[in-house]
C-alpha cells in the first residue's frame, strides 16, 4: 500500500471513528463516571469487538454474513436488544454517593466486555468494512499485508477517537456534584443507548 493511498484511507478512519455511534456512547458513559484512565479497559473492549469485525472480513466471512439475510438480521436483532438492555442498566444505575468514591463501581472485566460486544454486535460495521476494504486494496499487491496495514489503522485511529471521547466526557464529571444531576445524566447515557438501539433497528442494507 502506498503512503499516499494509506493517507487517504487514515482520512477515512478518522470520519469513521469520529461518527457518534454506540461505541462513543459507551466511551462517554465510561469516561464521565469514571475518568480517562479507567475508561480503558472498556475503550479496549471496544477495540476486541472492531478487531473481530476487521477478522471477519478480512477472512472473507464478511461477505458470507452481509449477503445473507438471516444472519444479519440476527446479528442486528442481537445487537439491538444488547443496546436497549444496556440503556435500561445506564437509566436504572445508582448515583455515586461520594463523587471522589464510586461506592460500588462495575469492574473494569465487566466493562471491557460489555463494550466488546457492542461493537461485535454491529452489523453495520461488517456491512461497511466490507464496502470499505476492496477499494483500497490493490489486486497486483498480497492482500494480507494490505489488510493487515489497514486494519492497524482502523483500530489505533479509533483507539484514539475514543481517548479523546472519554477526555471531553470526563470534564463533566466536576459538575456532576449532586445525586440529581448524576441521574439525570444516567438517563441521557441510557437514552441515548436506546435510541442508538432504534438506529439499529431501523438499518437496511443498500
Not at 466471512?61 to 452481509?66: D, M, N, P, R, W
Not at 436497549?84 to 463523587?99: A, D, N, Q, T
Amino acid at each position: 500500500m502506498s503512503l499516499t493511498l494509506w493517507l487517504t484511507f487514515l482520512v477515512a478512519a478518522v470520519l469513521i471513528s469520529l461518527s457518534p455511534g454506540a461505541g462513543a456512547i459507551n466511551t462517554m458513559s465510561n469516561g464521565m463516571r469514571y475518568g480517562v484512565r479507567r475508561s480503558m479497559p472498556a475503550i479496549l473492549g471496544l477495540q476486541l469487538g472492531y478487531g473481530a469485525q476487521i477478522l471477519l472480513v478480512g477472512a472473507g466471512l464478511g461477505a458470507i454474513v452481509a449477503s445473507s439475510t438471516i444472519a444479519l438480521s440476527a446479528i442486528k436483532w442481537l445487537g439491538v436488544g444488547y443496546l436497549v438492555w444496556l440503556g435500561i442498566s445506564k437509566w436504572r444505575e445508582p448515583v455515586m454517593e461520594s463523587m471522589s468514591d464510586d461506592h460500588q463501581p462495575v469492574s473494569g472485566h465487566k466493562r471491557f466486555w460489555n463494550a466488546a460486544l457492542v461493537n461485535l454486535t454491529n452489523p453495520k460495521a461488517t456491512v461497511f468494512l466490507v464496502a470499505l476494504f476492496p477499494q483500497f486494496l490493490v489486486a497486483s499487491e498480497p492482500h494480507g499485508p494490505q489488510l493487515a496495514t489497514m486494519g492497524m489503522t482502523l483500530i489505533l485511529v479509533d483507539c484514539l477517537v475514543m481517548l479523546g471521547y472519554a477526555l471531553l466526557a470526563s470534564q463533566l464529571f466536576r459538575f456532576m456534584t449532586t445525586a440529581r444531576r448524576q441521574q439525570q445524566m444516567n438517563r441521557v447515557f441510557g437514552g441515548l443507548f436506546v435510541t442508538a438501539a432504534v438506529a439499529l433497528a431501523s438499518f437496511k442494507r443498500t
